[in-house]
């Protein structure tokens, strides 16, 4: 469970060393330089860099060698930028490709901090609430009435609450690594997710600008198309995608074009196909699929301003939907209280 390299670390690096390249400096002086940037396990992986390079190996088959460090999509186009002497040219569209990245993920991020913050905030006061119903007494100089009726109180009642607090969220964080990696084959059901109302969609644009970005940076590196197809449905992180990979090498082979391989995987929409193929027709392949990249560049963060609008409301609508629960059980208790007070004594 080392750490990996973070968007942001692959994208200062490939930076760096791409702005260092195209100025003429030495490899080994760019990865020393390397060094003394970054986190301590960037700087050991970096190290490791130092040491491969002087004993002549490739730059791809030493970060190979970190301990998993690297990205699987850096290692690849390291690999290809070495093999056809575009390395240069390659780091700076992987810096370009790594920065679109930490810019969706940090507009996500800011746009639905608010409602996070407003969500503790809810629980802070429930938790406070059942403390105070075990701290506090009545009148009568017993325990206070459990307004929420949830049976908890004091300390051991908080605890409990964010005991199931924390059960829920590691349910959810739980499905979502088993999607991830793809347990049981739960990616198969990527198709019907993408039916889901404007989060569908939204994520759908997000995985095919990915698939864009690296199909079109392979390409420019002077990556096969066969390899470039295989590793673009790679860099989706999505074996429902990665299924595809057969089927569009096979269409290669027959002679078919970069949008007859991808109509051969039956996994992408019409349009994509369809702007891949005028592309094809107006100029070469590296430049019409960097057209068609940008273009679902674009796509990608309205998607994702989308998923945080989304994401936001589900929040809004849960804080809300707890408070209204808690109002109507304390004003139930509360009637009851009233009631039983209010009710005749019968006298025997």
Not at 74 to 89: C, D, P, Q, S, Y
Request: aromatic fraction near 8%.
């Amino acid at each position: 469970m080392t750490p990996r390299m973070t968007l942001v670390a692959a994208r200062d690096f490939c930076r760096r060393f791409g702005v260092g390249l195209r100025a003429g400096a030495d490899l080994l002086m760019l990865l020393n330089a390397e060094t003394k940037h970054g986190s301590t396990r960037h700087q050991n992986a970096m190290h490791g860099l130092v040491s491969g390079a002087r004993q002549g190996q490739p730059l791809a088959d030493i970060m190979r060698e970190q301990n998993r460090y690297f990205p699987p999509l850096l290692m690849t186009m390291t690999r290809v930028g070495e093999a056809t002497g575009k390395l240069e040219r390659t780091m700076l569209s992987l810096a370009d490709h790594y920065a679109l990245q930490v810019t969706l993920r940090r507009n996500f991020q800011r746009v639905i901090a608010w409602p996070m913050l407003q969500l503790v905030a809810a629980i802070g006061i429930v938790s406070l609430l059942i403390w105070l119903m075990g701290v506090l007494t009545s009148s009568t100089g017993g325990p206070m009435t459990d307004m929420l009726g949830f049976g908890l109180r004091g300390t051991s009642g908080v605890l409990i609450f964010w005991s199931y607090l924390a059960a829920f969220a590691a349910v959810l964080a739980a499905v979502v690594w088993a999607f991830r990696n793809n347990i049981g084959g739960l990616q198969n059901i990527v198709p019907l997710l993408y039916r889901v109302p404007m989060i569908g969609p939204a994520l759908q644009t997000i995985t095919l600008s990915r698939f864009a970005w690296t199909l079109s940076l392979a390409l420019e590196a002077g990556l096969d198309p066969i390899s470039s197809i295989k590793l673009s449905l790679d860099a989706t992180d999505n074996d429902y995608y990665r299924s595809g990979g057969p089927d569009s090498e096979v269409a290669i082979r027959q002679g078919s074009t970069l949008a007859g391989a991808l109509l051969a995987t039956h996994l992408f929409p019409d349009e994509l196909i369809t702007q891949v193929e005028i592309a094809e027709m107006s100029g070469t392949d590296a430049e019409s699929i960097d057209r068609v990249a940008q273009d679902y560049d674009e796509r990608a963060q309205a998607a994702m301003k989308t998923i945080a609008g989304v994401a936001t409301g589900v929040i809004w609508i849960s804080i809300v939907g707890f408070l209204i629960f808690l109002i109507m059980r304390l004003a139930m208790n509360i009637a009851g209280v009233y009631s039983e007070a209010l009710a005749p004594i019968n006298v025997r």
